[in-house]
């Protein structure tokens, strides 16, 4: 309930702040939000994923921003309802001026309306990281937008879920056990853990981590604009991209490995590419995607890369 009630000023509301913080480039103002996102992404685990079509509205026209076909992420939670009626009785939507409206077909929508603040809202929850196409999108009347959208399912997973529970089906039928995997309440730092700093000991707002088969871990030192390799049989770590380096870095945030090509993927996120870098062979590094905004990334058996752009959401 208290996500979903409103104050003044509105900017100091608690879902404002949050979705301001969910989508901003900066991750490190996530940091004081990570307490509560696990406690209501907790709470809402309980509620089951409904699939329904829901409205959304706002008092702006974003037309321009939807094209038909356009694949994106929202990476806020966004607060929807069942009733077009809704918005207007909660003054969500004005009746002059300009206004869009997003009438959206959901498989994952969370039904908060019985813990709402506003009951008669009928209000359901979309969890960020959820991926959406563009279907429609047309002026219905002066000012008034009409922007359909479907989710989508996007190539990989974006928001994990937060329960450690898996499903085991016995060979007897009917009997489904559940299976809670236990984990040790302690973790190991295996990388970093001396303060932020420059040192090969010391990590800045590390991002992304990629394990190879010999068990050697790449960590995309973001704040530091370099990829560090931790070898933990030696216990030894070795700059191989970016740093005091002649291949510079400004802000990577992932990395990952192609087989065929022998080589690393960085996605450098400043920088605006994806760039491809041969540690072993004696090739310049090669960019691969330009003018992008890169931040996730992740490739597929077949070699085929995957990146989210920040700026395109």
Not at 69 to 83: A, D, E, L, M
Not at 129 to 144: P, S, Y
């Amino acid at each position: 309930m208290l996500y979903s009630m409103d104050w003044e000023p509105h900017e100091e509301c608690l879902y404002f702040a949050l979705n301001a913080a969910l989508r901003t480039e900066d991750r490190q103002k996530l940091k004081p939000w990570f307490s509560y996102l696990k406690l209501i992404l907790t709470a809402l685990e309980k509620l089951p994923f409904t699939p329904c079509n829901v409205v959304r509205g706002m008092n702006l026209d974003r037309s321009n921003q939807y094209s038909i076909r356009k694949i994106f992420v929202w990476w806020g939670f966004s607060s929807c309802t069942t009733s077009i009626e809704a918005l207007e009785k909660e003054q969500i939507l004005s009746k002059t001026g300009q206004r869009t409206v997003f009438t959206i077909e959901c498989d994952s929508g969370k039904d908060i309306s019985r813990h709402s603040y506003y009951k008669s809202k009928k209000e359901f929850l979309l969890l960020p990281a959820r991926q959406f196409i563009v279907v429609g999108c047309f002026e219905q009347a002066q000012g008034l937008h009409i922007i359909q959208l479907k989710e989508t399912k996007p190539p990989f997973t974006l928001l994990q879920p937060v329960t450690n529970q898996s499903v085991q089906i016995q060979s007897t039928p009917g009997q489904i056990q559940t299976r809670i995997n236990h984990y040790n309440q302690y973790g190991i730092t295996v990388a970093g853990g001396k303060g932020d700093g420059q040192q090969l000991n010391q990590l800045n707002s590390p991002e992304g981590i990629f394990i190879d088969t010999k068990r050697l871990i790449y960590i995309t030192d973001s704040g530091n604009h370099r990829i560090i390799k931790r070898n933990l049989s030696l216990n030894t770590d070795k700059i191989i991209a970016g740093g005091d380096e002649n291949n510079q870095l400004i802000f990577p945030t992932n990395i990952v490995f192609d087989k065929k090509t022998n080589s690393f993927i960085i996605s450098d996120k400043r920088s605006k590419r994806i760039i491809q870098y041969f540690s072993k062979r004696k090739i310049n590094q090669q960019i691969i995607i330009s003018n992008i905004t890169c931040y996730g990334l992740t490739i597929d058996k077949n070699g085929f890369i995957y990146v989210s752009d920040c700026e395109k959401t």
